[in-house]
Each structure stands twice: as C-alpha cells, then as structure tokens.
C-alpha cells in the first residue's frame, strides 16, 4: 500500500508560479512511477506528468503538451517526495491537483494510488 499527501497549492495570479509536493509513505521507493492529474469543475481527470526511476536506470519524465516548457516533474527520493514546479501558469491551469501512483503516462487506470488532491487557482 502507498500513502499519498500533496500539498502546495494555493491562489496565484497569472503568470505566476508554484511547487506542489507529493509525500509518499508505506512502501520502498527505490524504484517507481509515479504521475500528475488534475481536474477542472465540469471536466474529466487529465494528465499533467508523470516520472518513473529506478535505481539502475535515468530518470524519464513525460508531460502533457499543455504543460512542456511551463511545468517540470521531480523527485527527492530520500523524502519519498515528487514535486511538480509550475510556472507562467494560466486561469486554464486552475484545478484540483491530484498525485497518483503506480503507473505511467496519460491513462488514469494504469495508477494504482492517488493522492486526496490539492486546488490551484490561477486569476487573471
């Protein structure tokens, strides 16, 4: 089982930016995938980014093509902790923001575990 807290969001103008985090708990994190989403009201879950590392291979990250450029996903893996930098972010980008585990890519079903969420709002 894997635990997941984010935390981070907030309200920021446009333009600005923020670091959410994502802490994991409750299993060995020495080689994993983990991912992004988040869900405006009225609208479907979407991928952001995802991570994946293990302890013989780089790090390869993928994101979403609303995102490449503005948004960089990370990981300090002595804190068990993924971060997501968000910057020159736009009222689009206003949603709950939602940590999840176990997968990889843009298909929400390949995850495993998922965070409670953490709102960002982004005015104008």
């Known amino acids: 089982q894997v635990q997941l807290a984010e935390s981070g969001g907030g309200l920021v103008q446009a333009g600005g930016s923020l670091r959410l985090s994502c802490a994991a708990s409750?299993?060995?994190?020495?080689?994993?995938?983990m991912g992004w989403f988040c869900q405006a009201p009225g609208k479907e879950r979407e991928f952001v980014a995802s991570?994946?590392?293990?302890?013989?291979?780089?790090?390869?990250?993928y994101y979403a093509d609303s995102v490449k450029g503005r948004f960089t996903i990370s990981k300090d893996r002595a804190k068990n902790t993924v971060y997501l930098q968000m910057g020159s972010l736009k009222p689009e980008d206003t949603a709950v923001y939602y940590c999840?585990?176990?997968?990889?890519?843009?298909?929400?079903?390949?995850?495993?575990?998922w965070g409670q969420g953490t709102q960002v709002t982004v005015s104008s």
């Open positions: 999840a585990a176990g997968g990889w890519g843009p298909a929400i079903a390949d995850y495993d575990y």
């Open positions: 409750g299993r060995t994190f020495s080689s994993y995938r």
């Open positions: 991570i994946s590392w293990s302890s013989w291979s780089a790090i390869t990250t």
